[in-house]
């Protein structure tokens, strides 16, 4: 299945934000949700603190992810590495990447801050303006075809420009084995933006609906606000 190029992409995170306009909506554990999805809890075997073996996304998030799911060739499946994400878990990520760049010498705590703004959102338990993750309408993903994972270029939170999600379509001479890494972030991109995700251009796997930054890139009402916790309450 060939699909046309990423499209360029430009930083929104200026850009003004409406308040978000909380819907309600319940989560849903992706565990179950399809047999076209299967979860692989990325910061859980990393051994994070907080951290879960199921992944949650908003009940909306969930059916459009399944809808995405329903697009990949036969034999194919969507492989979840993270979703709703807590403000443990995500306070607990940005100290990590904030230390690794100081053991890479950044010692400018201006620099620092941008570094970590391009690849970790900062932590905040504000639910009007809360990270995506935290929404639980953002959703970090990859596919598995029938000989495992595709070939994406770099691992899950590579935090170099590889992991953009356009670095592959900017080579002029491609390699045969960059051609099939392109192809594949192709096949990612389009299955997701036709289900109504948006994309972190930042990022090869991440992907976000009803949060403020798809309201940004789509001209919408966000629609997620903070989820602080999980409990028989907020899920379906």
Same mark, same amino acid.
């Given at each position: 299945?060939?699909y046309?190029?990423?499209p360029?992409k430009?930083?929104d995170?200026t850009?003004?934000?409406?308040?978000?306009?909380?819907?309600?909506e319940?989560?849903v554990?992706l565990s179950?949700?399809?047999?076209r999805i299967?979860v692989y809890?990325a910061y859980?075997?990393?051994?994070?603190a907080?951290?879960?073996?199921?992944a949650f996304?908003?009940?909306g998030?969930?059916h459009?992810l399944a809808s995405?799911?329903?697009?990949?060739?036969?034999g194919y499946?969507?492989?979840?590495l993270?979703?709703w994400r807590?403000?443990?878990v995500?306070?607990?990520?940005?100290?990590g990447?904030r230390?690794s760049?100081?053991?890479q010498?950044?010692?400018?705590?201006e620099?620092i801050i941008?570094?970590?703004?391009k690849?970790?959102a900062?932590p905040?338990m504000?639910i009007e303006?809360?990270?995506p %993750?935290?929404?639980?309408? !953002?959703?970090?993903l990859t596919?598995?075809?029938p000989?495992?994972?595709l #070939?994406? @270029? &770099?691992d899950f939170d590579d935090?170099?420009e590889l992991?953009?999600?356009?670095h592959?379509e900017?080579l002029?001479?491609?390699t045969?084995?960059?051609?099939?890494i392109?192809n594949?972030r192709?096949l990612?991109? %389009?299955?997701?933006?036709? !289900?109504?995700?948006t994309?972190?251009?930042n990022e090869?796997?991440?992907y #976000?609906? @009803? &949060?403020?930054?798809?309201?940004?890139?789509?001209?919408?009402?966000?629609?997620?606000?903070g989820?602080?916790?999980?409990h028989e309450k907020?899920?379906?």
């Open positions: 299945m060939n046309p190029p990423i360029v430009h930083d995170r850009a003004f934000t409406p308040p978000v306009i909380e819907c309600g319940a989560m554990a179950t949700l399809s047999p299967s809890p859980y075997h990393l051994g994070y907080g951290t879960q073996t199921e996304l908003r009940k998030v969930a459009r995405a799911a329903e697009q990949l060739p036969a499946q969507l492989v979840v993270d979703g807590s403000y443990e995500q306070a607990s990520l940005y100290e990447f230390q760049l100081i053991a010498g950044l010692t400018d705590e620099a941008h570094e970590l703004s690849f970790v900062k905040t504000d303006k809360p990270s %993750h935290l929404s639980g309408g !953002a959703v970090d596919i598995a075809g000989d495992g994972w #070939e994406m @270029g &770099t935090f170099t992991a953009m999600t356009r592959f900017e002029p001479e491609p045969e084995k960059e051609l099939v392109r594949n192709r990612l991109y %389009h299955i997701m933006v036709d !289900a109504g995700f994309n972190y251009s090869w796997w991440h #976000e609906y @009803g &949060t403020r930054s798809w309201a940004r890139q789509t001209d919408q009402q966000p629609i997620y606000g989820i602080l916790e999980i907020c899920v379906e």
